[in-house]
């Protein structure tokens, strides 16, 4: 059986993050290799991160097109679903929902939008803004 170590690389992107492998020797033995992100998964990372910034300018184009409301821009950008949106806010999955219509949105009081302040850690003056 061959040594089968995996290339690692420091890259400026991905090299703050050290990852622990382990490599098969001969004989059933193994050693452990403490180095950065390889190749592989390098570009896994670049892929999840495209996907992500793909999903955030998605729905900040529906928000400017007043099809979505300024929430299910910030629930992307924080990589949250309603579900977590809904505990970090401490209200209901469905209201949440429900708030992400723009219509309702533009209806809420003061007090949820601070809510919803809390749970992006911004001011609800922010939440009514779209960057």
């Not at 004989?27 to 992500?52: I, K, Y």
């Amino acid at each position: 059986m061959e040594d089968n170590h995996n290339p690692v690389y420091k890259d400026d992107a991905y090299g703050k993050s050290r990852e622990l492998s382990y490599n098969y020797l001969e004989g059933g033995n193994f050693e452990r290799t403490v180095g950065f992100h390889g190749e592989a998964d390098r570009v896994v990372l670049q892929q999840a991160w495209d996907l992500f910034r793909e999903r955030i300018e998605d729905a900040r184009q529906r928000v400017l097109a007043g099809k979505a409301s300024p929430v299910v821009y910030y629930m992307e950008k924080n990589l949250l679903d309603p579900l977590n949106l809904s505990m970090m806010a401490g209200m209901s999955v469905w209201r949440v929902k429900w708030h992400m219509r723009p219509g309702v949105f533009k209806r809420l009081k003061n007090k949820t939008l601070q809510k919803y302040a809390d749970a992006f850690n911004i001011t609800p003056d922010q939440l009514m803004k779209i960057e």
